[in-house]
């Protein structure tokens, strides 16, 4: 259980997979101008992370590593270097269900993700988050607890990113500056905060 | 005297070739002018080896992919681009993935799944579905290449000041002379941090926007 609060603390905190792994910093950079869409992409990005870790983790252990094809008769068969394919295939089916659910029960909430959505399935977290799974093998609880960390984790960071830019609206930027450099250098600066945090162990 | 033997290279600058190239390095660069694909730009930029490897793998699959997509275009049906398309993408990226594997292991290990990455770069999308679906094979090729070479040109950027401040190295090698330690010249542990790579590449761009004013 410990275990487990930790891997959900340091997910979104000082492992946060936009501030400190850089994953999914388009649509970060895309949306982060509106405070109210912004929570629309971040409860959408915790949802589909939350489903397909925790798929991608069953995918990959009774398909995909060294001898997970132990069940069906093959051993010796090892179709680890399939994982990409499997699981942007898997993620951008995922995706495709929950626009669907969102279309037929949150008209509202479709409205205002327009375009956003489908962009989920080239968001390099969802994919990245898989990935560092695979790579640090952790167990299924744990995969469960780390997809749900790692979405809440980026839906902190872009809806505090869009509470920062409507603060800053008027704030008299050098010329240059303006746009996208500014945002990096916030960014930056909101990173060195997050980072604050990784002293904190249970 | 006419003005093409004057400038013999107007003539190269009419053609759609020099157009792409031009266009992805300089005028619309995928990183700083269409912010595209900076989601793995800045976790490889710790060091300019990684950086520099990560560049050349971009690159590879970008322009095989654009040229592999644009052979097929008449023959993809358009509903289903997308999945076609993340599929030709997924096949270059395993590729690299194992080619990187087999011969440069210790890289293949610091960039850990950031290669596998490369499937959800909005670049290498971004080209397949603006420009190869609508260009012939050769010309798109190019494309990709320079694409992959513009993202390449920040990249290695942000790498160098980013290893040259924060450890004192280049590819590597020791760079900052002892002299200058003794001194009393510190090495910045900011830039090997998260935050530095956010503010460098920042600064990269107001510098750009200043000195690239039209």
Same mark, same amino acid.
């Given at each position: ?30 949306? %982060? /101008?509106? !405070?109210?869409?912004?929570? #629309?992409?971040?409860?959408?990005? +915790?949802? &589909? ?56 029960? %949150? /008209?509202? !909430?479709?409205?205002?993700? #327009?375009?956003?959505?489908?962009? +989920?399935? &080239? ?64 960014? #930056? ?14 | ?214």
């Amino acid at each position: 259980m410990e275990n487990l609060i930790n891997i959900f603390l340091n997910s979104v905190f000082v492992g946060n997979i936009l501030l400190a792994y850089f994953l999914g910093m388009c649509s970060y950079l895309a949306v %982060s /101008q509106n !405070l109210k869409t912004s929570v #629309g992409l971040g409860v959408a990005v +915790i949802f &589909v992370l939350g489903i397909t870790t925790p798929a991608n983790w069953l995918v990959y252990h009774f398909l995909l590593a060294p001898g997970a094809l132990t069940w069906a008769g093959l051993p010796d068969v090892d179709l680890s270097f399939l994982k990409l394919v499997l699981f942007i295939a898997l993620i951008a089916g995922m995706v495709q269900v929950v626009e669907m659910i969102i279309d037929r029960y %949150s /008209q509202g !909430l479709y409205n205002a993700l #327009g375009v956003f959505l489908p962009l +989920i399935t &080239v968001n390099c977290a969802v994919l990245g988050t898989s990935l560092f799974m695979v790579e640090r093998s952790y167990t299924f609880p744990e995969s469960v607890v780390y997809g749900l960390g790692s979405g809440l984790g980026w839906a902190l960071a872009i809806v505090a990113m869009a509470t920062v830019m409507q603060k800053l609206r008027y704030a008299d930027v050098p010329e240059g500056l303006q746009g996208f450099g500014f945002r990096m250098i916030v960014t #930056g600066l909101m990173a060195m905060a997050f980072m604050m945090f990784s002293g904190i162990t249970l | 005297m006419d003005t093409t033997a004057a400038r013999p290279w107007s003539g190269i600058r009419k053609t759609f070739t020099y157009k792409a190239i031009s266009d992805a390095l300089w005028q619309s660069n995928p990183i700083s002018k269409q912010i595209l694909g900076i989601c793995s730009a800045l976790a490889v930029t710790v060091q300019l080896n990684t950086a520099i490897v990560m560049s050349l793998a971009l690159t590879f699959v970008v322009s095989f992919s654009n040229l592999v997509i644009s052979s097929m275009r008449t023959l993809i049906p358009r509903n289903i681009r997308i999945i076609v398309e993340v599929a030709v993408i997924a096949t270059l990226v395993i590729l690299a993935d194992e080619f990187l594997k087999a011969f440069m292991y210790d890289i293949s290990k610091q960039l850990s799944v950031f290669v596998g990455l490369i499937i959800t770069n909005c670049i290498v999308m971004g080209r397949a579905e603006t420009y190869a679906m609508a260009n012939p094979p050769i010309r798109s090729f190019v494309d990709g290449l320079a694409n992959g070479i513009g993202y390449g040109s920040i990249l290695c950027g942000v790498a160098f000041f980013r290893e040259l401040l924060g450890a004192g190295k280049l590819m590597g090698y020791q760079v900052v002379p002892q002299v200058l330690y003794n001194a009393g010249y510190e090495n910045m542990g900011l830039m090997l941090l998260a935050p530095g790579a956010f503010i460098i590449i920042g600064l990269f761009v107001w510098l750009e926007h200043v000195f690239l004013k039209d």
